[in-house]
């Protein structure tokens, strides 16, 4: 059964950036369902509706990403196929237009996993992949809640990034074609006002990604410090392997790891080896949307 399923972040997401939500990750969903219904590949659909949300601005993942401490943009993302576990990633790039780009590139080009800084950017040169400018990646939006957040010392301390109405909209997607791969990737521009070089959960292969052909795939979005602790990707795959493959209770129990073992907060998209799509968060909202073979129209939510 084909099925897709996206994310655009979990946190306490206003009520005027609801609607641009929606339709982003609705607009997301519909370009990557087109790939999986014409019959490509499940890699295809997931790069897509990524690079989709990381041109909207709406999302905290290409072009209108947070910027860090010294207000400039750094961008993480991964992707992973379930059937070889060949994975690519890349981590603080910052003139990268499309981080998931990359990603793939080094998962099918290169015998590394992880690229970061410079080293990444000059393996995107060499592959061809588009590089900008990094004030391209930078709106007046961002750079006015980062002024914000320079005038407001509460938020330099170790917990302001505990709250879930923390910005948070890392963008993610999982899918399965009809040749019953599963591809999951993970794109962000990390927290905001975060110290320079800080890398989160979603580069990481096992903590904001994962896929097995054999069991599912999953991507996540949340508190990036406390996803990475309890490997949380990696741990829903765990457990829906130990519950028969039930991806529902397996999210649910995921989300309580976090909870228990890192006070951690956010939100996991999932699916099975069968195409069945769970997703689970425990913020305020959580901007979600899939499609199966078996759904005659999309459900697209916030």
């Known amino acids: 059964m084909i099925s897709l399923v996206v994310h655009g972040g979990a946190w306490d997401i206003s009520d005027d950036l609801v609607e641009p939500h929606r339709k982003g990750i609705a607009e997301a969903l519909k370009a990557g369902w087109g790939i999986l219904k014409e019959g490509g590949s499940a890699v295809d659909a997931v790069e897509r509706a990524i690079t989709l949300m990381e041109d909207n601005v709406t999302f905290d993942a290409g072009k209108g990403s947070f910027l860090n401490a010294v207000g ?4 993480d993302a991964s992707i992973m196929h379930g059937r070889t576990f060949r994975a690519g990633a890349v981590a603080a790039v910052q003139n990268i237009r499309n981080p998931i780009q990359l990603a793939r590139k080094i998962m099918e080009e290169s015998e590394h996993v992880l690229l970061v800084g410079m080293g990444a950017t000059r393996f995107a040169r060499e592959q061809g992949i588009k590089t900008c400018d990094p004030d391209y990646l930078i709106t007046a939006r961002e750079l006015e809640r980062w002024r914000d957040l320079q005038a407001d010392g509460t938020f330099k301390t170790k917990d302001s990034f505990r709250r879930k109405k923390h910005p ?9 074609d009809r ?7 993970t794109s962000t521009g990390g927290t905001p006002n975060k110290y320079p070089g800080r890398v989160g959960d979603s580069p990481l292969i096992g903590c904001g990604t994962y896929a097995d052909n054999a069991i599912g795939g999953v991507s996540t979005t949340g508190w990036g410090e406390a996803i990475i602790k309890v490997v949380m990707a990696k741990t829903v795959i765990d457990l829906m392997e130990w519950n028969g493959n039930d991806p529902g209770k397996a999210v649910e129990d995921g989300l309580k790891i976090l909870e228990r073992k890192a006070a951690g907060y ?24 899939y499609m199966t073979a078996e759904m005659k129209t999309p459900f697209v939510a916030v």
């Open 168 to 176: 948070s909209d890392t963008v993610g997607a999982v899918a399965m």
């Open 266 to 289: 956010g939100g996991v998209i999932a699916l099975n080896n069968a195409g069945k799509i769970a997703i689970a968060y425990n913020t305020p909202r959580m901007a979600r949307a």
């Open 179 to 185: 040749e019953g791969n599963i591809v999951s990737g």
């Open 72 to 75: 400039e943009v750094e961008l």
